[in-house]
Each structure stands twice: as C-alpha cells, then as structure tokens.
C-alpha cells in the first residue's frame, strides 16, 4: 500500500540529501515491540510515523500496530520541541481526545487551507493543488482542538490534516493520502501529486526538527523570536527570558531548501531519522 515506496522516495539521494530538493538526508528506522523512551533515544529517532494496521484502519481504534502504552511513551517523547509525530486515523484522538475520532466521508476534491497551501504547494517539490482523497473510506478529522492549524480540508471544510501547535506533530485523517491506493507513485522518484504532498509534509517537519514547532497557526505571516536554549532542548522553555540569546523564525526556517539557514540543531551534515513500527500499513 506504498509502504516501501515512501521511504524509498524519502530516502532518495535526489530528494533528501546535500544535492536534493531538501538540504538534509534521510534515513529510516524500525523499532520492534512496543515503542518507550529507551528505543526512541537509541534510534536517535526525530520524525515517528506511527502508521497503521488494517485493524485500525476504520474509526475504531484496536491499538493494533501500537499499544495505549506506546502512545503514552510517544506523547512523553514529542513534548521534546525538536520530536515530531505523523498519525493517522484515529490516533490523533489517542493522543489528545479532543480530537475527534476519525469518521469516513470526506468530499472530494481535497484543498489546503491558506496556511497549509504554503506548505504543500509553495515546498520544495512543487505545488500539490487539488486532488482526491484514494480509497472508499475518506477519513475526516470532525472535532480538532484550538491548538491545532488546518492545513487540508475537504469540500465541506471538514479537515484532514492538521499540525498540532502543542506537540509539533501533524495528524491525517486517512493513511491512504500517503499510499499507493491514495496515488502515491510506484517508484522513488517525487512526480505524482501525493508524492509531492509527502515531500513537501516531509521538509515541513523536517524544519520543525530543526527550529522546535511553530508558536502559533499565524505563523505564515508572523515571525516569532524564540529563545536559544541547551540541546535537547527543555519544552516548555525554564523561564520565559531568553538567557542564552535568541532568534527570529520565519514561515521560510520550515521548508530546508538549498538556501536553507543551518543552525546548531541541524548542521549541513545533519540525517533525520525516521522511525516506524513494525508490520504496519506505511514505510515498512
């Protein structure tokens, strides 16, 4: 269901890497069993996709492919500003139940909102535009919390995928956006419409591994200071000076490209990892 193809594309030299569309490599990582802080800091993990069985596939969740526990170990891990979460389905809501559990019936075509459009069709790889959501399914997220940004909505502006603000994690309402049956190309090359919206996700989050996550849903038009800080860095900050100087974060510090300010955090030589679990529906 374009398990291998995903990361074959992120793991593409061409794509990722010193001479890619994104300055930083990428490199993937499984992480058997149940997922815990001692795993997640062995694998120097920095991106966690959390995937899916087809168990959880619908608005129920089984814990299939990760366990309550899991979650719980994930959420502690993200609190950290440079660790991001990519959920799907109903994991959002495990995560915080605020969030709605996913419900199917999402209307076609699929658009960003003006935030997300600065993400997916303003990124390195090129515009996304409009596109159907693959499958029969068509997850949407009904209920999402003040702390989160819309970033794509259906035609009835129900979202479908959203970043959350708090934990500097983005959540999807259907995995199948970012698989084979969703339009994801069979090859490790970024072309189709969904390849360029998993680029252009990918370099997203790959700028909040490198600057901590936005600090609010206007950030597009709005920079922020942000307070230099020990790395890792604590989250939330100690005190609310900045004692070891700052620096102003721009909407642009979130797409690395060529041009791409390096800091501390994320040198040129930089890989971000990406770590899964096991046997699941996505990067396998």
């Known amino acids: 269901m374009g398990a291998k193809w995903d990361l074959d594309k992120l793991t593409n030299a061409k794509n990722f890497g010193a001479d890619g569309k994104v300055v930083y490599k990428v490199q993937g990582s499984k992480i058997e069993g149940e997922i815990t802080a001692e795993k997640l800091q062995d694998k ?8 899916l069985e087809e168990a959880d596939a619908g608005t129920p969740l089984k814990f299939s492919a990760l366990s ?15 660790h991001v979460i990519l959920g799907f389905q109903s994991f959002a809501h495990a995560t915080d139940d605020r969030y709605s559990l996913a419900q199917p019936g999402a209307k076609d075509p699929m658009e960003a909102s003006k935030l997300g459009g600065s993400i997916v069709d303003s990124g390195p790889f090129g515009a996304v535009g409009k596109f159907n959501q693959g499958g029969s399914w068509k997850g949407t997220i009904d209920k999402v919390p003040a702390n989160a940004c819309t970033l794509i909505h259906d035609q009835d502006d129900k979202p479908i995928m959203v970043l959350d603000v708090d934990l500097g994690s983005v959540f999807v309402s259907d995995v199948d956006l970012l698989t084979t049956l969703g339009g994801i190309s069979e090859n490790s090359e970024i072309s189709a419409a969904n390849d360029r919206l998993l680029g252009n996700l990918y370099a997203f989050m790959i700028g909040i591994v490198c600057n901590g996550p936005p600090a609010d849903c206007e950030f597009m038009d709005k920079p922020f200071t942000v307070c230099e800080q020990p790395k890792p860095a604590p989250k939330p900050a100690p005190e609310p000076e900045c004692k070891l100087g700052s620096k102003k974060i721009e909407f642009k510090d979130y797409l690395p490209t060529k041009v791409y300010d390096h800091n501390d955090y994320c040198p040129s030589d930089r890989v971000i990892v990406v770590c899964r679990p096991c046997h699941c529906r996505l990067l396998q």
């Not at 120097?44 to 995937?51: K, L, T």
């Not at 309550?68 to 440079?82: G, M, R, T, Y």
């Open 68 to 82: 309550e526990a899991s979650i719980d170990a994930l959420k502690k891990w993200a609190d950290d500003p440079h």
């Open 44 to 51: 120097s993990c920095d991106i966690f996709q959390m995937s």
